[in-house]
């Protein structure tokens, strides 16, 4: 099993990245995934997730800049960020759970991706 995030970088505020997670050693299109994030000094954060079905939910704090989207036929999710924001600095990773109740509690996600950085800064 294998989750593998690409896209981060460095990015000026008022920017945008498109960061994905391309998955494989599992039926992707039955498994929730969600996006994650962890700056230096604080606690990992739920950013977004999908369902098998699609539906998505977002963190307050990037509700209306960021989007949550798969393509079960490549076996990849994708996080569009636009806006971004210097307090979006950290390191975004993947996870993937059985269910979307499972996928929200980093606790109970099956599987995780390495993380890639994503630091914003001018």
């Known amino acids: 099993v294998q989750l593998v995030e690409s896209g981060g970088g460095l990015v000026q505020p008022g920017g945008s990245l498109r960061l994905s997670c391309a998955a494989s050693g599992f039926t992707f299109g039955s498994y929730a995934m969600g996006w994650y994030r962890q700056a230096p000094g604080k606690e990992r954060e739920l950013v977004a997730t999908?369902?098998?079905?699609?539906?998505?939910n977002y963190a307050d704090s990037v509700k209306g800049r960021f989007t949550v989207s798969r393509d079960n036929a490549k076996n990849t999710v994708y996080l569009q960020m636009n806006s971004l924001k210097p307090e979006d600095t950290a390191v975004y990773s993947c996870?993937?759970?059985?269910?979307?109740?499972?996928?929200?509690?980093?606790?109970?996600?099956?599987?995780w991706g390495q993380g890639t950085q994503v630091t914003v800064s001018s």
């Open positions: 996870a993937a759970a059985t269910s979307y109740f499972k996928v929200v509690d980093p606790s109970r996600c099956d599987y």
């Open positions: 999908t369902g098998t079905a699609g539906r998505t």
